[in-house]
């Protein structure tokens, strides 16, 4: 993936980023800021096309956003003109589905969600985290295969972000869903990555893999209880040091060329 | 070099102008001081409230604490009508209350007339009556000596010539001069001040009687409060050249209206043509951007001339000044979608129509209240403009005509209502904004 850029040269943004994502995986992408995650998040989506490679989801290739590949953004993008279901129900009446044949479905959605008793209110009238889990069953109202999730939990505060998380897992576990998540929290993407991918920026390339035991041990668990393992703080003190490096590189890199 | 002389001069008339207010200025701050400190110690009296804005110790600088105080709103509204009706008489004060008024009635002064060695003392009596009344110059009797008595009607506010020579026995072709008025020596061109006002003597030695004009206004400059609202009451049912008041505003309104919906049913498809396709926006961009900040008023010769003084020239007028509000405020509001809602609404399956539909037309819905706000507003400052131009019926009409005429109430009466009108517009397109976009503002 390159960009062109007006003054004539280019970014690589991302180079020889090779995935092959079973069905049912959580995998989360991890970098620091500028190692191309939203850029291939975007690509898999089908918002930005790649100038090399391509993308593959069921022996289909991707050439633009589809239904079957769900997006969750970092602030809701949810339409605040519409009630909480009229957002969840969104996509089956975008397929022209009755309300008789998605309402039963959307209801449900929203009590897993917790939000049975904020059915008819409108968006403004909740919090981040309830945004947030209005976005969570909008999508998975409109039953993809893939699910997206950008930086989702990134604007919420800690405790918020916490009890999110557990969510995320629960409907990951019930749903059985392939879910991309990309994070800069490296707690989130150890507690919710079943597969972590660590980014390495300039070009964008995957710096590392890991194959983790968290998430399964995190659904129906308290994720404090996780975080306890001896485990995660060394996978989480090593992947630290890792982007860490890397920041201080970037530093480094650009104080030079500035000189 | 002679343009700055004369624009400085212009600047010093302006400033003269302003220094002499100064005093008039410091009063109603003064008041409003006043007013200020009733309102504390009457609040003192009241229960004391111990709300969250209360409690607050900060209070100066704290922009949240600073709320609109309505007690100062209605005692601000009253007391412009108290100053209106105390400066112009009016029935509904009590009279305590009025400014000094002009003088009325009855006067009498003393004039000594001089010829050679002799000299005599008369009398003039005058009757100073109010404008519109039928009165005549009260009788008196012509006395004894050489002077004789004199009798006069003045109209309130004005002056009268007056020649106390003309029934003397010797007059001012005999020799005989005014010497004192009141016992006051007096040349031609001096005056004497008495309890009523002051006597002038002009250079030819004739005497002019200004009875004095207190501090209310004359009804033809400043008409009473009452009187306008009689006015207002004759217009609406006898109706004020051909039309009645109902008519003239009506026609106002339906120009706007028409005007305003024709320049938004064009204005929003062509905002929305110019944020979807990047055609479009360079085709109209240089057309929009210049026809902008051109003022609707400047293109009224050119409308008068292409379309005449008619509705359609009115129509075409306000649809001019309608179209480029919002085409503009359409553009913003499809350029103000997030992209992230419009990734969304296609990662959920949404057709490019669909998108249109639910996405893209409400996200821009409450740009276009604003815009429509804005242009309603515009619209209405513009049709009552264009009617001063040139009209048969309208509240701009109205309010020239009546002009030309010298019928201040009328003109009043015409302002404040345009200004009603205008504020309700304002206050109708806040409520529609509050029920049909309620997620204004809270993305």
Known sequence: MRFDLPNGSSVQALKDVSLDLKAGELMSVLGPSGCGKTTLLNIVAGFLAPTEGTIELNGNTVEGPGPERGMVFQQGALFEWMSVRDNVSFGPRMKGQKAAEYSQEVDHLLDVVGLQDFKEKAIYELSGGMQQRVALARCLANDPDVILMDEPLGALDALTREKMQGLVLKLWKETGKTIILITHSVEEALLLGERLIVMAPRPGRIHKEYNLPFADMGVGQDLREVKKDPRFGQVREEILSMIWDMEEEIMGRTEGAGA | ?443
């Open chain 2, 1 to 443: 070099m002679s343009i700055f002389s004369e624009l400085f001069n212009e600047l010093l008339a302006v400033l003269s102008t302003l220094v002499a207010a100064i005093p008039y200025i410091a009063g109603y701050i003064l008041l409003i001081l006043l007013f200020l400190f009733i309102w504390n110690l009457v609040k003192r009296v009241l229960t004391p409230k111990s709300d969250f804005g209360s409690l607050k110790t900060v209070t100066f600088g704290d922009e949240s604490a600073v709320t609109s105080n309505t007690v100062a709103s209605v005692v601000s509204i009253l007391l412009i009508f108290v100053l209106w009706g105390a400066f112009t008489g009016s029935k509904l004060l009590p009279g305590f209350m009025h400014m000094p008024g002009a003088f009325t009635g009855e006067g009498t002064f003393v004039y000594t007339a001089t010829a050679g060695d002799q000299s005599d003392d008369a009398e003039v009596t005058f009757l100073v009556f109010q404008t519109g009344e039928d009165v005549e110059a009260p009788e008196v009797e012509l006395g004894d000596g050489f002077a004789k008595n004199d009798s006069i009607a003045i109209a309130a506010y004005r002056s009268e010539l007056l020649r106390v020579d003309l029934n003397d026995e010797l007059g001012r072709d005999e020799g005989a001069v005014v010497s004192h008025v009141n016992g006051t020596p007096i040349e031609p061109g001096g005056s004497v001040s008495t309890e009523f006002g002051q006597v002038n003597m002009s250079q030819k030695g004739t005497l002019n009687i200004v009875p004095s004009t207190g501090w209310q206004m004359e009804p033809i400059w400043l008409p009473s409060p009452e009187r306008v609202w009689e006015r207002m009451g004759e217009i609406t049912t006898d109706g004020f050249r051909n039309f009645t008041l109902a008519q003239h505003l009506g026609y106002s309104l339906f120009r706007v209206i028409v005007g305003f919906l024709l320049g938004a049913l064009v204005g929003i498809p062509l905002g929305y043509a110019m944020g979807l396709s990047d055609w479009f926006r360079g085709w109209f961009d240089p057309i929009v951007e210049f026809m902008r900040p051109v003022p609707p008023l400047a293109l009224i010769p050119l409308v008068i001339i292409w379309a005449g003084i008619g509705e359609e020239g009115k129509i075409i007028l306000l649809f001019l000044a309608a179209l480029w509000i919002m085409a503009i405020g359409a553009r913003a509001g499809v350029s103000g979608v997030r992209i992230s809602k419009v990734h969304a609404a296609y990662s959920l399956g949404a057709s490019k129509w669909q998108i249109m539909r639910y996405v893209i037309i409400p996200n821009s819905l409450p740009e276009i209240f604003t815009a429509a706000r804005v242009a309603m507003g515009v619209c209405w400052g513009t049709v009552v403009a264009a009617e001063l131009v040139a009209a048969q019926k309208g509240a701009g009409m109205m309010i020239m005509t009546a002009s030309k005429f010298q019928n201040t109430d009328i003109v009043i009466m015409g302002i404040i209502l345009i200004g009603i009108i205008g504020f309700s517009i304002d206050m109708l397109m806040r409520q529609l904004e509050k029920w049909l976009v309620p997620w204004k503002g809270k993305g």
